[in-house]
């Protein structure tokens, strides 16, 4: 079975098709800078688990329907494609970044689950519109397709109310559906399962804390193989301090910001989301050069750092509070997979929480799923390399 992943942006879309025989990628890339005047399409193909073909090229994408109809093409070609024909495309799964509470599993996208999509599309602005375009376009170009819609949100839809509902009066739950839903659920969804198939435990025995942290960052706790929690809320602003986004803040900070500062609602948006996080702190919302100003002993770096791993280490320790028994402490995503720095002050003085690094295997640098944890440590400390688009190709795989 040959499926395609997408994951359209509001100006990208990232692609990676897979033959689920194998499991195995055979090609992706990425169309970026969607409407403006320098786009770009990067391509490969794989064969045999190494790059078999690579290009890039730099072309004007007019719109997202531009950007899939240049995919189609390269994954198409004679010489350089993937595919033979577009019938061997069984599906298309599209990651879809809010389902609200009418998604918690994957959806055939039909006429109705669009209404419903632009229905709850007010709750991540900024992602489901982009999302619904590209499924929009793939029926289009792929017309022979399945199109499965794979939702962020759907691995937390197990969380207990007393985890999701706000201290607010109820109505604007029952009425608006606010409430915490939590994302990266497909990223928090496929390190559980790989991590408890790692340490050879049954999914519905484990209990794990998961951190996601890239430019976006994210945690969960996972008892039983589900989530019950989540540092996530309405939308991907709360909980961690991210690259742009500034995470938890007290609420009347906003009402301070409008009262006081005379800042409209879309000014505190664009503050809180694209201007806060490390870029407010630093400057720079790059971690890397964060870490190297802060290797240089630079003030400002320093203080990020220490913001950065404390609001995750006081997550894990609210985690444990909640799941009891910890078997796992995850680190997943681009900063929790590569940065060693990062990972030891998360761990640091958490041996009474039973949490104790082994810093010689922290410092070594792997692409796979390892142990970082100490042997005397009750909780396994594991660095897990996420994999978005083959879970959700996965579910797509097994809603089909």
Do not use: W
Not at 35 to 48: P, S
Not at 349 to 364: P, R
């Amino acid at each position: 079975m040959k499926i395609l992943v997408l994951n359209a942006g509001s100006s990208s879309i990232k692609f990676q098709l897979f033959d689920m025989d194998e499991h195995d990628v055979i090609a992706g890339g990425l169309a970026e800078k969607i409407g403006e005047t320098a786009g770009a399409i990067t391509y490969r193909t794989i064969k045999n688990g190494s790059e078999n073909h690579t290009m890039k090229e730099h072309i004007v994408i007019k719109d997202h329907q531009a950007g899939l109809s240049r995919i189609s093409e390269l994954l198409l070609d004679p010489e350089k494609g993937a595919l033979e024909d577009a019938n061997q495309l069984q599906a298309v799964g599209h990651r879809v970044v809010h389902g609200a509470e009418l998604f918690s599993e994957p959806a055939e996208v039909t006429e109705q689950v669009m209404k419903d999509l632009k229905k709850i599309s007010f709750l991540a602005p900024l992602h489901n519109p982009a999302n619904l375009k590209g499924i929009e376009i793939a029926k289009q170009v792929f017309p022979n397709a399945k199109q499965v819609a794979v939702f962020d949100t759907a691995f937390h839809q197990t969380l207990p109310p007393h985890a999701y509902r706000f201290s607010i009066p109820k109505n604007y739950y029952e009425e608006h559906g606010l409430r915490v839903y939590g994302f990266h659920g497909t990223s928090h969804a496929y390190v559980s399962r790989t991590s408890a198939e790692y340490l050879g435990k049954e999914l519905h025995t484990f209990n794990a804390i998961t951190v996601h942290l890239g430019n976006g960052c994210s945690m969960a706790a996972v008892k039983e193989g589900k989530s019950v929690d989540v540092s996530m809320g309405l939308t991907p602003l709360g909980g961690l301090i991210m690259g742009t986004r500034s995470g938890d803040v007290d609420p009347s900070l906003l009402l301070f910001m409008s009262d006081n500062l005379g800042l409209s609602s879309s000014e505190i948006d664009k503050t809180l989301n694209k201007e806060s996080g490390l870029k407010g702190l630093t400057g720079d919302n790059d971690l890397r050069n964060i870490l190297e100003r802060y290797q240089h002993q630079e003030e400002d770096a320093q203080l990020a750092i220490s913001m950065y791993a404390y609001r995750i280490k006081k997550y894990v320790g609210a985690y444990i509070a909640a799941l009891g028994k910890v078997d796992a402490l995850i680190f997943t995503a681009g900063v929790g997979e590569n940065s060693a720095l990062i990972r030891a002050l998360v761990c640091e003085n958490m041996e009474n929480l039973g949490i104790k690094m082994d810093k010689e295997q922290n410092e070594k640098v792997a692409k796979e799923t390892r142990v970082l944890s100490d042997t005397s440590s009750n909780v396994k400390i594991l660095v897990v390399p996420t994999n978005e688009e083959l879970e959700i190709a996965v579910q797509t795989m097994q809603f089909l």
